[in-house]
Each structure stands twice: as structure tokens, then as C-alpha cells.
């Protein structure tokens, strides 16, 4: 269908009356690392600890996602790239919305991150940068697939066959080699809740 065609509804309710009923700043909480460094796990607690103290949320994690919207895209360079496309286009309509999405993707390259930042606004986007060595991830394997990626079962993966672009200036550095899970979960909520203005 030809863009000219299109004709995007202007809305009556705009996203200040939906931030006032919601008491909160929506932002796009974005967690970013390799496989097995521990996002979705982080992502989660943060979650259980902002729904606790009364935020509302919303969790976008790599595998559930993929496994209903994006489940006709595969891993190569340009599939990654339009895997991470919608989920900012899906992120930037859940912020209008009034909430605060908290997502977990792999996200390797640099240039997606910021198309992100750009697509949500950069006061939206706080990128926590879940660093932890490729050695340690590998270790953990939870999936079994560095073990595939290393025989060559799966093509692409991050890490090993596809390079990971470490954020230059995330908002937040969390190593999970260094770190227990509760201590790290509660240094992203010290971190990230001055931010989202509950009023």
C-alpha cells in the first residue's frame, strides 16, 4: 500500500492526560547484553519491584516476542535489525500509553540502540548495560546455544560468529559476574525510580 495512502488518526486523548491519570513518567527501561548475562532476569525483578511500589509496567523480553510478533523473522543481520525496529515502534506506542516498558533484547549493534533512543525521545530511553564477559555467559549456557552456535548448528549468534557493540555511555553498567542478583536489582531501582517521577 503506498504511504500516501495512509492517513494516521489524530487522537482527543493525548499522552499528558493519560501520564496525569497514571501518576508516572513513562520510560523505556532497556536492558542490553549478551546471551545469558542475565537480562531477562534482571528485567524481571526490576518489574516485581516497580509493580510494588505501585508503577505500571510492562515487560517486552526477546523470546516472547519473537515467539508471537516477530515470529517471521529469523537472525540474520537484517532480520535483527527489524526484530528491534518493532519492538521500538511497539515500545514508543506502549509510552504513549503512560507506561513505563521495561525490555530486554539482545540489541548488539549501536546504530539500533540509538534508532531506539531517537524513535522514543533520548530524555525516554535508559539504556542499563547488562555487562558480563562472553567466558562467564558461555558457562552459564541456560538455552544450549553457545554450545549450538559453536558447532555451527546456529549461524549468527552474538558473541561468537556475530559481533556484540558494547553501549559507549549506558546509562547504567550492571556486571552479573561481580554482583549478586538482589544487589544488582536493587541498584537498578536506586538508579532508574528518581526518574520516573511518580507523583
Request: net charge positive.
Amino acid at each position: 500500500m503506498s504511504e500516501k495512502n495512509i492517513h494516521p488518526n489524530i487522537f482527543k486523548v493525548k499522552q499528558e492526560q493519560r501520564i496525569a491519570l497514571m501518576k508516572q513518567k513513562p520510560k523505556l527501561i532497556w536492558f542490553t547484553g549478551l546471551s545469558g548475562s542475565g537480562k531477562s532476569t534482571l528485567a524481571n525483578g526490576t518489574e516485581v519491584q516497580l509493580h510494588e511500589k505501585g508503577f505500571k509496567t510492562f515487560l517486552l523480553d526477546g523470546d516472547n516476542v519473537r515467539a508471537g510478533l516477530n515470529k517471521d523473522l529469523g537472525f540474520s543481520e537484517e532480520d535483527r535489525i527489524e526484530n528491534i525496529r518493532r519492538i521500538g515502534e511497539v515500545s514508543k506506542l506502549m509510552l504513549d500509553a503512560g507506561l513505563i516498558v521495561i525490555s530486554a533484547f539482545i540489541s548488539p549493534f549501536r546504530h539500533d540502540r540509538k534508532l531506539i533512543e531517537q524513535l522514543v525521545g533520548k530524555d525516554n530511553f535508559l539504556e542499563i548495560f547488562v555487562d558480563c564477559p562472553l567466558e562467564i555467559c558461555e558457562q552459564r549456557d541456560v538455552k544450549g546455544l553457545y554450545k549450538k552456535a559453536r558447532q555451527g548448528i546456529i549461524q549468527n549468534f552474538t558473541g561468537i560468529n556475530s559481533p556484540y557493540e558494547k553501549p559507549l555511555s549506558p546509562f547504567l553498567r550492571v556486571q552479573t559476574d561481580q554482583m549478586e542478583l538482589d544487589k544488582a536489582i536493587q541498584l537498578i531501582i536506586k538508579k532508574v525510580q528518581p526518574e520516573l517521577k511518580k507523583y
